[in-house]
């Protein structure tokens, strides 16, 4: 018998300072059985960085077609596809080819950096791909943040996050390891 998914329910204030947007989202996460809290923090995370208002969470793990976070157009076009973990290369290729801007949030230590050092050289010619990696003391304590029943706010100034609940503020100092060129 197939376990369901767990259904987190998080209310999720943004304060985005970088890009001027300030917002409340009421949210409702799917864990997969085989998803970790570390794991589905990273998606809140990654979607508190891109919060929008078309912004919306995909199927979920085991689909190929279909990434953790994205934003579609009015006509249906990809704006943003974003990844969580350690995505295979020819899928983010392919995430490449299919939209605009592609996000890859890694986690998870020596093993994200591993990852990197093996896909770099296959991503560096996408040129609408950022690749960010999150330190693996910040995942681990923003996954004891994890309730069924959340409510959280973000603050995001000068590339900084803070993820906060009524007890604990988490600190988040990404490190980006590839963008886009430059355009000029």
């Given amino acids: 018998m197939a376990q369901n998914a767990t ?5 999720l204030e943004v304060a985005d300072i970088d890009r001027a947007y300030y917002h409340d989202h009421a949210l409702t996460i799917a864990r997969h059985p085989s998803e970790t809290d570390e794991r589905m923090m990273v998606r809140l995370l990654a979607f508190a960085r ?8 995909g199927r979920g793990l085991g689909t ?4 953790d976070l994205w934003r579609k157009d009015l ?6 596809w974003i990844d969580v973990g350690q995505p295979d290369e020819k899928r983010i290729r392919r995430a490449c080819g299919r939209a605009e801007a592609v996000f890859v949030y890694s986690y998870g230590g020596r093993g994200a950096d591993l990852w990197w050092e093996q896909a770099e050289a ?4 996408a040129d609408n791909l950022t690749v960010v990696n999150l330190p693996f003391a910040a995942t681990r304590a ?6 069924r029943n959340m409510r ?5 100034q000068d590339g900084q996050i803070w993820v906060a609940d009524s007890e604990q503020s988490v600190a988040i100092e990404p490190a980006v390891l590839k963008r886009p060129p ?3």
């Fill in 182 to 184: 430059a355009s000029g």
């Fill in 152 to 156: 959280l706010t973000c603050t995001i």
């Fill in 142 to 147: 923003l996954a004891k943040l994890a309730q």
């Fill in 50 to 57: 891109h919060a929008h208002e078309a912004l919306g969470f």
């Fill in 64 to 67: 190929d077609d279909e990434p």
């Fill in 7 to 11: 259904i987190f329910k998080v209310t």
């Fill in 75 to 80: 006509t249906g076009a990809i704006d943003l």
């Fill in 122 to 125: 296959s991503l560096d010619r």
